[in-house]
């Protein structure tokens, strides 16, 4: 198959460093898929994803570009995989008569306004609603979370199918990491207000006065940096939280590995492909309790689930875990046990196979 996968960042091959798990997907199923395919990317450069009103423009004509994209090589199929490449993405692929299929990692709909300022909100959700309206050959869901969400948005269930996100199941249980000799917290996300790192590090201050030997590395950038510091700084917690930045995506698991907990207070999540790389690497979780960390957790398997937005509980799974030898050994191996379902191998078969069956109904 000759695939054109459109989108708005595709990291560096030879050191990629991941900057959400857009970005994450779209690797590693290339890297699966360009065995035996020819897959090429039509995207901007691999530089930061800032969700501000400047931004907008770039986007923009990022869009153009695609629409007026004039292949050397007919692709078979076109796939779009974020919500400012989906329009432009499906007028390029209609333009060449060939079939267009969305990859929706989440639907945002009334939340884009809750967590993001206005101009980007009401851009988000207008480009959302348009791309959920579109015609398309097929959509990939991440989770079945999103399946209902599109279901729920008026796409029909016979054009959408599940396939998740995954994990270089191997290469992560594998990786030869020390432990950091102070019990380490982990998270790894973009610095968003739906991310609710502020919530982690309120549980850092709580944990501080029973456990000061605690430690919290939080990797990520993003607009919530100068808050996320300031926060810090007043809890006096900077001999405990670091934020040490955005890392090339094989320091990043080598921190992982390192660290005794991972932890992604996220309240807002298509799948969550960093919980699945911390099972896979041994490494138990402690997340907020929301649907789709449910689901691809099967209720916590793996680690243990807490009250959204609640520090305090937060800190005290933490504390259980750390505390009990025995159940975190437990949570080591269930996680590593679901998480091979999740291996990146399984997952691009899952891909091409969708592919597969678009452009065996080419109607063009």
């Known amino acids: 198959m000759n695939i054109l996968l459109v989108t708005e960042f595709f990291p560096d091959q030879k050191l990629p460093v991941f900057l959400g798990g857009v970005q994450a997907r779209t690797f590693f199923v290339v890297k699966n898929l360009r065995k035996k395919h020819d897959i090429k990317i039509l995207s901007q450069n691999a530089g930061k994803i800032e969700a501000t009103t400047t931004s907008l423009l770039p986007r923009f004509l990022h869009a153009l570009r695609v629409v007026r994209y004039n292949p050397k090589d ?120 739906y991310k609710r790192l502020n919530d982690l590090i309120d549980a850092v201050a709580i944990l501080s006065e029973s456990h000061p030997e605690i430690q919290c590395l939080i990797i990520g950038e993003g607009p919530e940096k100068v808050s996320l510091k300031s926060q810090i700084s007043s809890l006096k917690l900077s001999n405990a939280v670091k934020l040490v930045g955005n890392m090339p995506y094989i320091e990043a698991m080598k921190t992982l590995k390192r660290s005794h907990l991972f932890c992604l207070p996220s309240v807002v999540e298509g799948f969550g492909i960093v919980t699945v790389e911390a099972m896979a690497a041994g490494v138990p979780y402690v997340n907020a309790r929301i649907t789709p960390t449910v689901e691809v957790t099967e209720n916590g398997k793996g680690g243990l689930l807490y009250e959204p937005k609640n520090p305090r509980d937060l800190a005290e799974k933490v504390v259980t875990l750390l505390a009990d030898g025995e159940s975190y050994k437990r949570k080591q191996k269930e996680g590593q046990k679901l998480a091979k379902r999740y291996d990146w191998s399984i997952i691009a078969r899952k891909t091409e196979a969708v592919y597969k069956k678009a452009i065996e109904s080419d109607q063009y």
């Open 74 to 193: 007919k692709p078979n199929l076109i796939e779009a995989s974020n919500v400012t490449a989906y329009l432009p993405a499906y007028i390029l692929a209609k333009r060449l008569r060939v079939p267009a299929i969305a990859w929706v990692p989440d639907v945002l709909g009334e939340a884009w306004r809750e967590h993001f300022s206005l101009p980007v909100a009401e851009a988000g959700r207008l480009l959302e609603n348009i791309a959920l309206k579109l015609p398309w050959d097929h959509i990939i869901a991440m989770s079945q979370t999103t399946r209902e969400k599109l279901i729920k948005a008026g796409v029909k269930k016979e054009k959408i199918t599940v396939v998740y996100g995954g994990v270089e199941y191997e290469r992560l249980a594998k990786l030869k990491a020390k432990k950091f000799d102070r019990p380490t917290v982990i998270s790894i996300a973009r610095l968003l207000p």
